[in-house]
């Protein structure tokens, strides 16, 4: 990335559902549904939503290796998207044990992510 623009943060959970996956999306989620860019395709190259790149930090408690970077990358709408997995995050207790579960733990996963815009 040439020029940074904006520095976007967010938090996402999965309360009863231990996926790592649907806790970044929710933080990347949480980082871009309430900001609107509208001058952004001004300075891109070429006034395009494709020359803009994103790159995306997650914090994530554990399960790193279960992460499916392809569903973190339909979660950014436009641009050309770096995912960064680096420890951080916070494992609490729900405070519901669902019996159902196969793992019957209380787990509640929470991730943090930082998204850098620009081009």
Known sequence: MDQLMFIQTG?????????I???????????????????IRTVL???????????VKLAL??????LDHEQVRKAIPYGEVNIEVVQG??????????EDKEDKNDLMYIVNAAIEVGY
């Open 11 to 19: 938090m996402g959970t999965d309360v009863h559902g231990q996926n």
């Open 89 to 98: 995050g916070m494992l609490t207790s729900s405070g519901i044990l669902l």
């Open 61 to 66: 408690p554990c399960d790193h290796d279960q």
């Open 45 to 55: 190259p070429e006034q395009s939503l494709d020359h803009m790149k994103i790159n």
């Open 21 to 39: 996956t649907k806790a970044s999306v929710r933080a990347i989620k949480n980082a871009i549904h309430t900001n609107s860019m509208p001058g």
